[in-house]
């Protein structure tokens, strides 16, 4: 009902795997958030907010309790912001550092909202260098995350695509790379009743981002939706129960909104987007099961391919309509590492296709047909 393409056994191996997912790991990776989503403050709040968000940080450092990727997403370094946004930054982590010796949390990163030039990624790691001396962590230990949400970040004055010389201003610290939907299509002039997550103008913008980062170890994420899987009535304390109308009209709410949200992961999975980001806990459960059902329900097919393409050993082989020549050979078997690696199918479910475990960690299909003794393909 909310638009999951298995069906029979493979549904319910979904549900077992989303279950278990949420009960051990709901959260992967989680931002503080200092920007939209935290809104205007006084400078005394949003102060007091930094410290106490590094004393937690603190505390679920100590305790074991963080997800494995953390980090705290700071306001864009505009002209208007820059100096409430380096204020919070320097807050929080030196809080952070006075209660952990300099300690940061594993995989910790700032995210820079609304980057428009080189310079703002620069001076955000020039910050970072000054600091890391200044508070005792260990120097190169801050990384950048840089949100991709204007649409100077795609072409810029001189007609170029400035992403790869923004990663170069970040001297090695840049470690991802989030497309934020709703910022660009409005950058773009697009009315809010088109700012849609499938909008051809933010696929061109993550195709860009990908060609900009091929070949590189820059991480890419994908946007957000942002309709909620919320109810629209809620009974008020001590009030009457919801009559049963309103009960149907909840249940339409969150149906509609988990229908919405598996399109748009879908969308992301089928254009080349592995991870992405949310803004409600409702939404792991979408977010789980639509990446579960698209690599379980395309795991039959693609050990079909990926078997007779190895057996194969680089010749071009037929398998329905479907023709694959050497060149795919490295996407099929990238699509069981992915699977593998998000937790859709444990190893043992991808042997089916042909390989060993050996041979699936080598993560190599040009080694695979090597260590076969066939012909590396052109």
């Not at 023709?323 to 699509?335: I, K, V, Y």
Request: proline content about 4%; aromatic content about 8%.
């Amino acid at each position: 009902s909310v638009g999951l393409e298995a069906r029979g056994a493979v549904a319910e191996t979904i549900m077992e795997r989303v279950r278990a997912k949420l009960a051990n790991e709901p959260i992967e990776d989680f931002r503080i958030d200092f920007e939209d989503g935290y809104g205007n403050r006084s400078d005394e709040e949003e102060d007091g907010h930094a410290r106490q968000a590094a004393e937690q940080t603190a505390l679920g450092m100590e305790a074991g309790t963080l997800p494995p990727f953390l980090g705290i997403r700071i306001k864009p370094l505009s002209t208007e912001l820059h100096r409430r946004s380096l204020r919070t930054l320097d807050i929080y982590l030196s809080t952070l550092a006075a209660k952990t010796g300099g300690k940061l949390p594993d995989n910790f990163v700032v995210t820079l909202p609304k980057i428009t030039t080189e310079g703002q990624v620069a001076a955000l790691c020039d910050a970072f260098e000054a600091m890391e001396k200044s508070l005792g962590i260990d120097a190169g230990a801050l990384k950048v995350e840089m949100m991709i949400e204007t649409t100077q970040s795609i072409i810029g004055p001189d007609g170029h695509c400035p992403l790869p010389v923004w990663a170069d201003a970040a001297r090695g610290r840049c470690q991802s790379a989030h497309f934020g939907t709703y910022d660009y299509t409005a950058a773009c002039d697009i009315t809010a009743e088109y700012q849609r997550h499938d909008h051809s103008a933010c696929d061109f913008a993550r195709h860009a981002m990908q060609v900009a980062f091929a070949g590189t170890e820059v991480m890419l994420s994908d946007g957000a939706t942002t309709t909620m899987p919320v109810p629209v009535y809620r009974q008020a304390k001590d009030g009457p129960e919801l009559t049963d109308e309103q009960k149907a009209a909840n249940k339409k709410s969150v149906h509609d909104a988990w229908r919405l949200h598996v399109s748009n992961v879908r969308h992301s999975l089928a254009h080349g987007y592995y991870q992405g980001w949310d803004l409600h806990p409702a939404q792991l459960v979408t977010r789980y099961a639509a990446v579960y059902d698209f690599f379980l329900a395309g795991l039959p097919a693609a050990s079909e391919r990926l078997a007779n393409f190895v057996n194969a050993a680089a010749k071009a082989t037929l398998i329905g309509d479907i023709f694959d020549d050497a060149a795919t050979g490295q996407g099929l078997l990238n699509f069981f590492l992915l699977g593998i690696g998000c937790g859709a199918f444990p190893e043992q479910e991808a042997l089916e296709a042909g390989l060993s475990l050996a041979e699936l960690r080598t993560r190599s299909f040009v080694q695979i047909l090597k260590n076969r003794g066939a012909e590396s393909p052109a």
